[in-house]
Every structure is written in structure tokens, then in C-alpha cells.
């Protein structure tokens, strides 16, 4: 299992405050307590790990290694010419996974702890369809079921991805459904809901509740789940040739940029390299919480059944317009990641989906790769910032998935 990690990487040892805890709300039962009942207790541990190294289990690493780990990183010399001002460009390639995106990394453990703690199913949300597909293919592979919940908007728009997670076993259901309170109070309150992440996820925990042999499972915002997709930085810093003035990645919860990001933002604040790099987290203008939102307590869930958390939010009721980068429509950002754009460590920007969109055509004809319309929000951000910086300059983004199954942001792209 040559160049596949064998840890992964918690920055929470190297942040530059403390980690704001969990917080149970001043009425009613406790969230804290509910996590016992709903999700796998190793990933419980890890949330609040004090270690920096936590070892990836063999089974893990194996499954890892069949399914693509280490993934490429490649020069966009392509884009590079079209941009023509000398700046390298290099991007790590989740898009090689077979899920077509980064979710792979931590639904394989996540699925696999559950299982190991006596599960028959789990169930999860989704925006896009990415982090759903993923958790399809982890459960098929482990030999359980899933159920996903999936944003309304994207259920219709996206029927690809739901064809493929039922090929791969898995219930679909689009969120808000029939199937959970949550779900039917939503419709009832509004019977055009396009659904949100923070309402799936309510969805997905109640429909855990609802049964015995269920766990649930989420696609990113808690820490254990950006710290499972670290084998991407820790990966890019073995790969590339040359240190990077400049890391690029995009954000919906945080999962994608703080995998690639974290390991080099660590070894900075540890002081053991990368001093001079910045770093770039670019979110989409539907749910700009980096840029717009509050840093205080919020639910990650629309129905208030996780716990508190301390983040940049736009509040946990946000139902963010439809978009194409449904991946990146939800209210809040990891606490971690919140930490350290208050901290000045991240650098944020926001931009609309046509920004985006046109941003992903440029690098599609000028690399070959259709790029995910989330992927897009981070190399409209890399064009940008290549274009005003000098000579011999280097960025590195992640490309977090290609968009293959996004067709109907792309109908639209090449319509106008």
C-alpha cells in the first residue's frame, strides 16, 4: 500500500486557540448524549481526539488502495498557457475515485466503524449526490445498507446520481420527504421546499431514531470527517516538486478544502514549513457563511437535533436558493475551518455559480477535465489569483470531483 497514508491528520492539536466544544441548548434534551444512540462511537472518539496521528485500520487502507488512493497530482499546463503569465498550476484529482469526488475518503471509515459497532444501515444526507453516491459504493463494499436523503432540488435535477446510488442498493428518498416528521412538517409549512443540508441531515438522524441496527453518518462540518479526508494534503505534500505560494479549495461544510489544506496549514503553524503559502477558501454566493455569515453556537441541522456547535453560520433555518454547486448550499462551516478564518490563517472569497460555471468551461477546454460546478468555485478563485501573481508563482487546488453526472449546470453553461 505504497504512498496510500497510514494516519490520519487532527488539527485541533495545532490550532492556534482551542477548539470551541460541542454545547448542549439551554432547553430540552441533551444533543451531546444523543450522539451515543445515533452515531458510531469510534467516531465519536475521534471528534474529540487529543491525538495529532490517528491510525487508519488496514481494512480501511485496503479498500483505500482498490479504489485509487494515492490519487494524481497533475500540472495544468493548459490552463497555465491560456492564463500565459508564467504561474504553475497543479491540482490533486479526487475526481479519479470512482464516485467521481473526494466523499470516498470518509464514507469508506465512517461505514466501516459502523458496521464494526453492529450496524445493518446507516443513513446520511446529501446536496449534489456526491457524498450519497459515496456512501453507496462505501456500503455496498462493507456489506450494508444505506438510505440517503437528498436535497429536493438536486433529486430532480440530478437523476443520474440517483440512478447510480440505487444500482449500488441504496433508498433515495428526496428531502423533505414523507418518511420523517421533519420531512412533513417542511411540506406542509411550504409545499415548493427545495430542501436544504441542514433539513436532510434533521431527516436522516429521525429516520435513524426510528429503528434498531441504524447509525447515521455525516458528509462533512464535524472534525472526524474533515480529518478522514487529510490523506489528500498529506498525499500532495509527498507529490508535488515545489513548495506553493498559494492552496486553493472550495467549501460546502469544509470536507474537500480542509483535507488538502490542513496538513499544510499544520506543518506552517508548527513551524516546520510552508511559511509563505497562503490559503484560499472559496464558497458560492447561495450560502455565503464564510464571508457573510456569524461566528457563534448554531445547530448543524435544520431541526436542532445535533448538538451546538461554534461556527461561521448563516443560521441553521437558511434554505439557500437552488444551485448548480448544490454541494456547497449549506448554512454553516466546520468549527476548525470557522477557527482559523477568524484567525486570519484562511483567506475566504465568494463567487456566483456563473462565475463559477464559466470558470469550469475554461479549464475543461483547456485541460480536458469537466470540472464538478463545486470544483468550479476554486478554480474561478485559482484563474484570479493567477492572473495578479508574478512570474514563477505556484498555486495548488483540489479538484474535488468532475462533473460527468452534472449535465443540467452544464445544459444551462453552454444555453446562455
Known sequence: ?????????????????PLPPPMDPYEGESRIALLNRIMPSELLHQEFTSLMYVPIPDEVREIYMRLGRPTP??????????????????????????????????????????????AKEVATETGAGQWGLAVSIAAAL??????VFM??????????????????GAMVYPSPSEVTKYGVEAVKANPNHPGSLGLAISEAIDYVLQGEGRRYIPG???????MHQTVIGQEAINQIPEEPDLVVGCVGGGSNFAGLTYPFIGAKLRGEGFEKTRFLAVESK???????????????????????????????????????????????????LSLLVKEGVVETRAYTQEEALEAGVLFARSEGIIPAPESSH???????????????????FNLSGHGLLDPDAYEKVNAS
Open 220 to 226: 462533512s462540518v464535524l472534525e472526524f470527517v474533515l
Open 151 to 168: 436535497t429536493k432540488s438536486s433529486y430532480l435535477s440530478k437523476r443520474q446520481r440517483v440512478m447510480f446510488m440505487r444500482t449500488y
Open 1 to 17: 500500500m505504497s504512498g496510500v497514508p497510514t494516519h490520519w491528520y487532527n488539527i485541533a492539536v495545532d490550532l492556534p486557540k
Open 142 to 147: 462493507i456489506g450494508i445498507k444505506a438510505v
Open 73 to 118: 497530482l497533475r500540472r495544468a499546463r493548459g490552463l497555465e498557457k491560456l492564463i500565459g503569465n508564467g504561474v504553475k498550476i497543479y491540482y490533486k484529482f479526487e475526481g479519479a475515485l470512482p464516485g467521481g469526488s473526494h466523499k470516498l475518503n470518509t464514507a469508506v471509515p465512517q461505514v466501516y466503524y459502523a458496521s464494526k459497532d453492529g
Open 286 to 336: 447561495a450560502a455565503p457563511k464564510l464571508t457573510q455569515g456569524r461566528y457563534e453556537y448554531d445547530f448543524p441541522d435544520s431541526g436542532g437535533l445535533l448538538p451546538m456547535i461554534r461556527m461561521l453560520t448563516l443560521g441553521h433555518n437558511y434554505v439557500p436558493p437552488p444551485s448548480h454547486a448544490a454541494g456547497l448550499r449549506y448554512h454553516g462551516a466546520a468549527p476548525s
Open 378 to 396: 476554486a478554480i474561478r478563485a485559482v484563474i484570479d489569483e493567477a492572473r495578479r501573481m508574478p512570474k514563477g508563482s505556484v498555486i495548488l
